[in-house]
């Protein structure tokens, strides 16, 4: 048989050359870079065994307040449990390996002390749900300075959110996050996301952040900063339903978090916000 030649094949075609992907003394991953699939891959392919990388974060969830029962309970008295289970799933889903540590405590001191204890001793970062407000009941800041913590910053000017307190005790860094869902969803997207990305050695911990138009005018209390769910449609910002901060229906649809800033409480359609994009 023949071989007939189309066309002239050109030099070098269809050889994979030496060092056209990595060179000699090239970073391949810098400090900070997730190794992803792609990452393992190509590190893989030039013969890289090991890497050095930060330990994951051992995490725990305090649950406070007596008033909770489990999915499939029954009790006209209590209420599902629901804010352990949600920041269970988000923190798997972005520190896939990590399992958080679940404690909870009524709302007495030596039941909360004792739980915050465990909780500090066993774990780097804890986050509490509940309890941070200030009420009778709301002990979790009282407890943590009998232990010792310093109270780095108690209350924020945003809505949902607004009772957040954050404290350390020695290296331990301790969230108290308020008991409703959507506040707490919220400032954990905001706040201890970043934090734990952080910790992990993340160059880049904060939530994907662009401004855009509204697409429509919005009025809200502007004594605080208000976190509104939201989703783009055609290069504008569409708000979703104000629901209230025990609410999570909205969050659901939300593609991103729309931060509508402190001041008059009026936007217009056209006028730019910023966003921040939800993790993926």
């Not at 004594?223 to 769910?229: I, K, L, S």
């Not at 409480?265 to 730019?272: A, F, I, Q, T, V």
């Amino acid at each position: 048989g023949l071989v007939q030649v189309q066309r002239a094949v050109p030099p070098g075609a269809n050889i994979r050359q030496r060092g056209e992907q990595v060179r000699s003394g090239d970073v391949i991953i810098g400090p900070g870079s997730k190794v992803d699939p792609p990452t393992i891959g190509l590190l893989a392919s030039v013969g890289v065994e090991q890497v050095h990388v930060a330990c994951r974060p051992r995490i725990a969830i305090v649950r406070t307040g007596g008033e909770f029962m489990p999915p499939g309970g029954r009790s006209e008295a209590r209420i599902f449990s629901s804010n352990d289970l949600m920041l269970d799933a988000a923190i798997q889903r972005e520190f896939p390996g990590v399992r958080p540590t679940h404690l909870s405590a009524v709302d007495q001191e030596e039941r909360l002390s004792e739980a915050l204890t465990s909780a500090m001793t066993h774990s780097d970062v804890v986050i509490c749900t509940g309890g941070v407000s200030v009420g009778d009941h709301d002990l979790v800041r009282p407890v943590l300075e009998k232990l010792g913590a310093d109270i780095v910053f108690h209350r924020v000017a945003q809505k949902p959110g607004k009772p957040m307190l954050f404290a350390k005790h020695g290296e331990k860094a301790i969230f108290g996050l308020p008991g409703n869902p959507r506040a707490v969803m919220v400032l954990f997207w905001e706040y201890v996301l970043p934090f734990l990305r952080m910790v992990q050695g993340s160059v880049d911990p904060w939530p994907a952040t662009t401004c855009m138009p509204l697409q429509e005018a919005v009025e809200f209390n502007g004594e605080r900063a208000e976190f509104r769910a939201a989703v783009v449609r055609d290069g504008t910002v569409v708000l979703l339903r104000d629901e209230g901060s025990h609410m999570l229906r909205s969050l659901i649809a939300a593609e991103a978090i729309a931060c509508l800033p402190m001041g008059n409480g009026r936007l217009k359609g056209g006028e730019s916000i910023e966003i921040h994009y939800l993790p993926k």
